[in-house]
């Protein structure tokens, strides 16, 4: 009798709809939908039987509120990522402020690459690998084995912390000077009648 109980519950779940309108599996499938554009995939992976999943994404596909919850994400895609200005500015920031600067472009042994955290590896750009012979042993008794080693190469430092300013708007305003031909004023040789009847025509030009 539990066990009949507890599915029920997790029935409940699924069927309880969002403020879209939509079950948690429909949510689901919209979002997979999203990813995979692929209507049996997305079915199946939202919980749906993987035999009938074809049909049900073709039902589900022709419900308005579906289809304009895919419109939706399809069009706010940094939201349906969950990609914020905040996470921009953390991966930036790992790169910017890395801790293995005295890495890049430096063979270390793998041991070395594998100590990394995880922090610290979404720093590299690529990496190279190479395998040497290594006496482990004495020149008496050598003992010669293979030993991996790995080449980093990391982004680049100056254009995160520049992105970083940009984002945060810690660069300096820009000035720029506007001048008339040979660096001479542009309305030296206007009169106030002049600027102000240019001034209208302009005026008149942005409102049509």
């Given amino acids: 009798m539990a066990i009949k109980k507890s599915k029920k519950v997790s029935d409940k779940k699924a ?7 939509l079950t948690s599996k429909e949510e689901r499938f919209c979002y997979e939908y999203v990813l995979h554009l692929n209507g049996a995939k997305a079915a199946t992976l939202a919980g749906y039987a993987e035999r009938s999943a074809r049909i049900t994404a073709s039902k589900l596909l022709t419900k308005p509120n579906i289809a304009e919850k895919i419109r939706h994400m399809q069009n706010n895609l940094a939201e349906t990522a969950q990609v914020s200005a905040l996470r921009v500015i953390q991966e930036h920031s790992k790169i910017a402020f890395s801790s293995i600067a005295h890495l890049h472009q430096n063979w270390i042994q793998r041991e070395e690459f594998e100590a990394l955290t995880d922090e610290q590896k979404a720093c590299i750009k690529s990496i190279s690998t190479k395998v040497l012979k290594r006496n482990v042993g004495t020149k008496e008794c050598p003992d010669v084995v293979d030993v991996e080693y790995v080449k980093i190469e990391l982004y680049d430092k100056q254009k995160s912390l520049d992105s ?5 708007g810690y660069n ?13 004023d542009l309305f030296a040789a206007m009169s106030d009648e002049d600027l102000d009847m240019r001034i209208k025509e302009l005026s ?3 409102h049509e």
Avoid: H, V
């Fill in 15 to 21: 069927k309880k709809k969002s403020r879209s309108g």
């Fill in 164 to 168: 970083i300013n940009q984002m945060l």
């Fill in 172 to 184: 300096a305003p820009e000035k720029r000077e506007i001048t008339g031909k040979d660096g001479k």
């Fill in 204 to 206: 008149m030009k942005l």
